[in-house]
């Protein structure tokens, strides 16, 4: 068989050509690495079990991290989420609640101290008698006399 | 998200390329063992979440990146990078040699144990095996991903960190590297 060595293909024909060389090259190549040593296939077999795996527990920790899940805290038991900002602020709010209520409730007992003290202020500066007079020694004498 | 069986039908089906381009890489069977079994396990752990048509080339990228990290382990990269830079031989730049010859021998080797008088089938298949070997790495590396692996030029561009005409030249001179050694072997007329 004699052939021209020279090359005179275009280079969309070299390209082709070259293509065709490197798959049949490629699908020998395929052929020998199918015969592999029972020892590699054993081991290739191991690393992929291996990293079965470890892809089941990535999705087990994903899944972990997307589902919501009964969690501990202290001595009860609660649900914990990926929503776990909102979970808190709802757990958070019955006891922003207790705290106001508490808060108010001090502040109406207090006004309603402070106008018992008034009312009581109000009833003596508003008497016939001027709060002086209680200071008067005379009038101390006057009223012990007259409880006897 | 591939599923387990997905993940393990294309671990099955991409292991032993793997490992065989590893182990041209690498020269030690051992070493291409760990590498293959890092990739995996790496490609399982941080990518499956990522769909089945995805995985080919996500695993070529993690393969290259582990086998460079072996590499860099083994405190040889001044030689790596070396080789790396290599655009080939004197060989390389015969492009005038005519590659349909060896094509044509190979082709007519296909299912016929009688294609050549002095070089049996399997022999032929060893000698490619070793002359692929032989490659310079990126020649190597640009040729498998093309031709074995099937990415195309812009996949292959990725997963060598490389330009797309580089990878063009790499292929190039990689085919007529080995058409010319296979010719020197006496796989050609």
Known sequence: ?148 | MATDKELSDFLKSVEKRAFKRTAFAVRDDDAALDIVQDSMIRLAEKYVDRPAAELPLLFQRILSNATMDWFRRQKVRSAVVHNFSEFGGAGDEDGEFDILEVLDNLEGTVGTESASDSVSREQILRIIEVEVGELPTRQREAFLLRYWEELDVAETASVMGCSEGSVKTHCSRAVHALAKALKAKGLAP
């Open chain 1, 1 to 148: 068989m004699t052939r021209n060595t020279t090359s005179t293909f275009s280079l969309p024909d070299r390209d082709g050509l070259e293509a065709r060389f490197g798959v049949r090259v490629a699908s020998m190549l395929g052929e020998r690495a199918q015969s592999t040593a029972p020892d590699i296939s054993e081991r290739l077999r191991f690393a992929r079990e291996q990293a079965l795996s470890r892809a089941q527990a990535a999705r087990r920790q994903v899944q972990a991290a997307t589902a919501p899940v009964v969690v501990s805290r202290g001595r009860s038991a609660a649900l914990a989420s990926p929503l776990g900002w909102w979970f808190k602020l709802g757990s958070a709010a019955p006891l922003a609640l207790l705290v106001l209520g508490l808060a108010g409730i001090a502040h109406v007992h207090d006004k309603a101290q402070i106008a018992a003290v008034a009312e009581v202020d109000a009833a003596l500066l508003s008497d016939d008698l001027p709060p002086d007079a209680y200071t008067d020694p005379g009038f101390a004498e006057y009223l012990k006399t007259t409880r006897e």
